[in-house]
């Protein structure tokens, strides 16, 4: 399990260390209860980020502890705001519109960039955030190895998705992919049909300038011949 509920509004997903980010899921939810109880309104999303950051730095100074081996990815709503914080083992924390951890983070950061948009729909966010995921594991996604968990802005609410619904998208995610690489051999196909084309064209060509020159010198022979002859 690497995705957590926090709090109504809140959800996390660890990478690291499992126990670390066990301790560091736990300390989450305490500091989101103790705010309730406190204040009687639910924690800042970026308020909850910045206290677990000042507890991994505060790991990483003090003897007789070790720094925690756990990054973090907590995200939420605050009334019509989303927001989304990473946080690294050293207690960095950094504000993202999308962001991946773990292994095969560039990769999945690289689709972010090219396709992630402001006005993204939920539907489009969860094809996204696989797409990702299946360019990170270099393809080796399945319904078994995939947990989705959404925070709507109208709901207010944390809810993960049951394993039929996470099929039904790594499934269409497959077929998806499926299609453009087959969508892709085709071309590739077509572009070796063509330089193939191509190089026959300019072998026939080299033919031709060759039989050129040969006619060319048996020509010019042939008027040496006359010319001796005279």
């Not at 696989?130 to 109208?154: F, H, K, P």
């Amino acid at each position: 399990e690497k995705i957590f509920q926090i709090d109504n509004h809140i959800g996390a997903a660890t990478s690291g260390l499992v126990a670390d980010a066990r301790a560091l899921i736990e300390r989450a939810r305490i500091e989101s209860q103790i705010n309730r109880i406190t204040y009687n309104e639910p924690i800042l999303v970026g308020g909850l980020a910045k206290k677990i950051c000042d507890m991994k730095q505060m790991y990483t100074q003090n003897g007789g502890v070790r720094p925690f081996g756990s990054a973090l990815i907590i995200g939420g709503v605050n009334g019509e705001e989303v927001k989304l914080f990473e946080t690294d083992p050293s207690g960095a924390l950094i504000e993202y519109k999308a962001t991946a951890i773990g292994s095969g983070v560039q990769a999945a950061m690289d689709v972010f960039e090219e396709r992630y948009e402001d006005d993204i729909s939920l539907e489009d966010a969860i094809s996204l955030g696989l797409d990702a995921l299946y360019e990170a594991t270099e393809g080796r996604t399945t319904a078994q190895s995939v947990e989705i968990a959404v925070i709507e802005v109208d709901t207010q609410s944390y809810r993960k998705l049951a394993d039929d619904e996470v099929s039904e998208y790594v499934e269409a995610l497959l077929e998806r992919n499926a299609e453009e690489e087959e969508e892709e051999s085709e071309e590739e196909a077509e572009e070796v049909v063509e330089e193939e084309a191509d190089e026959t064209a300019e072998a026939e060509a080299s033919e031709e300038t060759s039989e050129d020159v040969v006619d060319e010198n048996v020509t010019e022979e042939s008027d040496g011949e006359k010319d001796s002859e005279e």
